[in-house]
């Protein structure tokens, strides 16, 4: 079992969180030419080592969570709030 | 080309009867163990059953001489040693379905072609329906395949499954309720290792040299070409080299400076329990709500299960518990019979999971690389016709027909080959 520690819950199992997947990808403008969009949509790094993925706490708060997990080991070496916004929140109440 | 043939000697029953009155002392190994030499015309990377089979049909189909195997562990000792060796032709989409079929067709002949038993059993490949909407669906793609060509599919309803499967649980309590089936009768399961080994020895005998402990650490490009390969034992130079690395597809192609795949690295489980007296007489699929649970029973008892990938990227071949426990429930869901058989070994594979569910055979942006992946769960059964194909494209440096539409580039035509319409999300398929 990979556990991965909420920001807003705590540890917790990997079973109460959604796999989202390559947390790397930033998609393009809508009006971005199409290649541009194909490369967002279908390409992937596919990093074997540390990469950083999207999870979301769907059994939990359901904050979508930006972790840094090395696919080789399972190991996970960071989490934070996906959004922004709610990073900052976080960090301000700290 | 015969000379070389010659050289071993043909398996025979007069080989298992004088082996057995002296001790089984007569037998020789399969196939050498040569040194690499500095140059080859092809050169596979990937000692799998799909590397194996490409070496085999450009020898036999293609007349090519200088051919080797790299392989970077030992042959048999990664994807196809660590699947559930299902084997069914029962695609919908055109394109796999022609190429499925082809595969199957090889399978029926193989282990009187290779000179070695693959133990290929057609015991049918029974798919469970739980909905008239099921029954429905599968009745649409099993009447596809037998007007293009698989004409053993079949719709079985309620009273024909119950004669023919009687233990499965039909009680008006299941959770999901079975009310007929899909069934394929040609399909089946075969012996994975003597798939790898019956293809290494064949090829071996045609004087391909199939290299083990060999990794690939390096890719020497000239312009749009490869050069050669800087290996563990050494560099090796290639006129042609074909990759067929399924579970490291991306790694290579990394290497190769090719940038990014529509591939992504995931990992998929397989169960075996404690032998058991014959029970499961076919292939059991069912699938309800996203969970798969896929059974049959092994020629020594054991029972050979599988289920869905674990959900998120992994290079590691180890799997989790949550999957674990969610194989056991869909088997208790259908078969409760089993509830006090005890599991003997669990393991996991790593796969290419594409981002449509379906392979690439296809040209590369390089001039004298070609590409086999994306096999996602369902490599196994399509090893024959994967190396059928990969060889025939590496030998006359153009896609056949049937794989014209395996190519890196279909996403940008519109033209993915998403047999289940999940779309490009790899962990779906």
Known sequence: MIRIDCPFCGPRDHLEFAYGGDGSIVHPPLGAPPQEWYDAVFLRRNIAGVQKETWQHVHGCRTWLLVERNTLTHEIHSVEPAHPAVKAALEARQ | ?429
């Open chain 2, 1 to 429: 080309m015969q000379a070389v043939r010659n050289r071993k000697s043909r398996f025979s029953a007069w080989d298992v009867f004088r082996n057995g009155l002296n001790g089984q002392r007569g037998w020789r190994r399969q196939w050498r163990d040569p040194e690499p030499k500095q140059r080859y015309d092809i050169v596979i990377v990937g000692g799998g059953l799909h590397g194996l089979a490409t070496a085999y049909y450009l020898a036999k189909e293609h007349k090519r001489k200088s051919i080797a195997v790299l392989e970077r562990g030992w042959i048999g000792g990664g994807n196809a040693g660590r699947n559930t060796t299902i084997v069914r032709s029962n695609y919908f989409l055109p394109g796999n379905r022609e190429f499925y079929e082809h595969s199957l067709r090889l399978w029926e002949n193989l282990s009187h072609e290779l000179n070695y038993n693959v133990m290929f059993s057609q015991r049918s490949h029974v798919t469970l329906c739980h909905s008239p909407g099921a029954i429905a669906g599968m009745a649409r793609a099993y009447n596809t395949m037998r007007r293009t060509g698989t004409p053993d599919a079949d719709i079985w309803d309620l009273a024909t499954l119950k004669r023919e499967i009687p233990y499965l649980d039909y009680g008006p309590t299941a959770r999901f309720p079975i009310i007929g089936a899909a069934v394929q009768k040609r399909a089946g399961t075969a012996r994975h290792d003597a798939v790898a080994w019956g293809y290494a020895r064949a090829a071996d005998s045609y004087g391909i040299d199939i290299i083990q402990n060999c990794e690939v650490t390096g890719i020497v490009r000239q312009g749009g070409k490869i050069v050669s390969l800087e290996t563990s034992r050494g560099s090796i130079g290639a006129e042609r080299v074909g990759f067929a690395v399924a579970g490291n597809t991306s790694r290579l192609w990394d290497m190769a400076g090719l940038g990014q795949l529509p591939i992504e690295t995931h990992k998929l489980q397989a169960f075996v329990s404690e032998p058991l007296k014959p029970l499961v007489d076919q292939v059991i699929v069912f699938g309800v709500g996203g969970t798969q649970f896929y059974i049959s029973q092994s020629d020594k008892g054991g029972l050979v299960f599988g289920g869905s990938l674990d959900g998120y990227k992994s290079y590691a071949q180890r799997g989790n518990l949550p999957v674990v426990q969610s194989v056991a429930e869909a088997a208790m869901s259908i078969m409760p019979n089993l509830g006090r058989v005890k599991l003997l070994r669990h393991w996991a594979g790593a796969v290419d999971m594409s981002m449509d569910g379906s392979h690439f055979i296809c040209k590369t942006p390089l001039d004298n690389l070609y590409l086999n992946a994306g096999w996602n769960y369902g490599g196994f059964k399509a090893s024959p016709a994967s190396g059928w194909y990969f060889a025939d494209l590496i030998a006359n440096d153009r896609p056949h027909n049937v794989i014209a539409n395996a190519d890196l580039h279909r996403f940008e035509r519109g033209a993915a080959n998403d047999e289940h319409g999940h779309g490009a999300d790899p962990k779906l398929h």
